[in-house]
């Protein structure tokens, strides 16, 4: 019996591997993507309605790079699919600065040629008076920036990828991976085994169920984010940005209330890690599931502080510093590695499906990702 053959295979078919399916198919490589769901879906990382996505970026010039080519890309996705996928509603970043600052990003910015206001908390305050800060807080408002709908996201890559030819095994387990001198096979809970020349490793979370034929340096963290009911004429899409705060308080992130579907926030910092395969306790059964944006929303947007409409789990992977893994295999050269995006990674998830696409036909891209190589971990 002759077993199917790929140019390559992707393990993972979430943000970043639905992605790299769709730039990979399109470059007429032959795809299979496997996925132990049915993308999209609440067992990863890009389910909840939006994710920001922002220009002005910490860590350095390589990441605002990045977005920029994010953000075209994910433009001419919408063209592909004739769909909106992207809402320039705007964001602005609130942070304490005796903890946080903006300083070190705006030069990078002003290099890049990224729009953005520098605003004091009084004039914050007076444009959004939704928003209450103390005096000595500091704005930084991005016009050009937004959110993405995530699983529209998701769904049109893969409406793509599979336009363009590749082939998606979903509620597929990969069982073993077999790295050889000349391909790669692939042997699933099907009972099938799959070749290829290449393969990315994608799994996001769900990394660990890949020992032992990869393991890497990467936690997966159970998160939480809750929908309040929130006045529209203050916090509604039509008035209202994306958001972050930062504080002595923690990270947190936020966006208008879309819809009528509440104001949405999350917070970054904190969470509790979760093994993969065991049971996420679900919203609601930590006191701080609730509590924690509760009380940042009591101190900083009061009147967004009404009952609460919805609550959902979701998971982080996170690396030790929250840079990306983004890399060659140490010791197979066909296998590429994709991982450890912590939480701020879906944004850049057209870009690096495009770098995944690049890394697999020529070995070499033209983003600068020497900061997401493995080796920094040993």
Not at 4 to 31: E, H, N, Q, W
Not at 165 to 189: F, K, M, N
Not at 308 to 329: N, P
Request: with cysteine.
């Amino acid at each position: 019996m002759t077993t199917p053959s790929y140019d390559v295979i992707i393990v993972g078919a979430g943000s970043m591997g639905m992605s790299a399916g769709y730039y990979l198919s399109r470059s007429g490589c032959k795809t299979l993507l496997i996925d132990a769901f049915d993308p999209p879906h609440t067992e990863g990382s890009h389910h909840g309605d939006t994710r920001l996505m922002r220009h002005v970026y910490s860590g350095g010039p390589d990441y605002i790079a990045m977005a920029l080519l994010a953000q075209k890309l994910w433009h001419e996705l919408e063209e592909t699919v004739d769909d909106q996928l992207f809402v320039p509603s705007g964001v602005i970043n609130v942070v304490d600065p005796e903890i946080h600052s903006f300083h070190n990003r705006l030069s990078h910015a002003d290099d890049a040629g990224i729009r953005y206001e520098t605003l004091h908390a009084a004039e914050v305050m007076k444009r959004w008076p939704g928003i209450t800060v103390p005096e000595h807080y500091e704005g930084m408002y991005e016009p050009d920036a937004g959110y993405l709908y995530s699983e529209p996201c998701i769904r049109a890559y893969r409406k793509a990828a599979e336009t363009h030819g590749a082939t998606l095994l979903t509620h597929t387990r990969v069982e073993h991976i077999e790295y050889g001198p000349h391909s790669v096979a692939v042997q699933t809970s099907g009972g099938e085994t799959y070749h290829a020349n290449q393969i990315i490793l994608s799994a996001g979370a769900w990394f660990q169920t890949l020992k032992p034929f990869v393991d890497l340096p990467i936690q997966a963290v159970r998160k939480t984010v809750g929908w309040f009911d929130a006045p529209e004429a203050l916090y509604g899409e039509e008035h209202f940005p994306g958001f972050t705060l930062a504080g002595k308080e923690g990270t947190y992130y936020g966006f208008p209330s879309i819809g009528g579907s509440g104001l949405k926030m999350g917070r970054h910092d904190t969470g509790q890690v979760w093994t993969p395969g065991s049971t996420m306790a679900p919203f609601g059964t930590e006191e701080t599931d609730e509590g924690d944006l509760r009380r940042l929303l009591e101190l900083h947007m009061p009147q967004a502080a009404g009952e609460l409409k919805r609550g959902s789990v979701c998971k982080y992977e996170f690396t030790s510093d929250e840079d990306f893994i983004i890399d060659r295999h140490p010791a197979h050269e066909r296998v590429w590695l994709a991982g450890g995006f912590s939480g701020h990674g879906f944004k850049f998830a057209s870009a690096i499906g495009q770098i995944l696409s690049d890394l697999v036909q020529t070995g070499h891209t033209d983003q600068d990702i020497s900061r997401f190589t493995l080796s920094r971990f040993r």
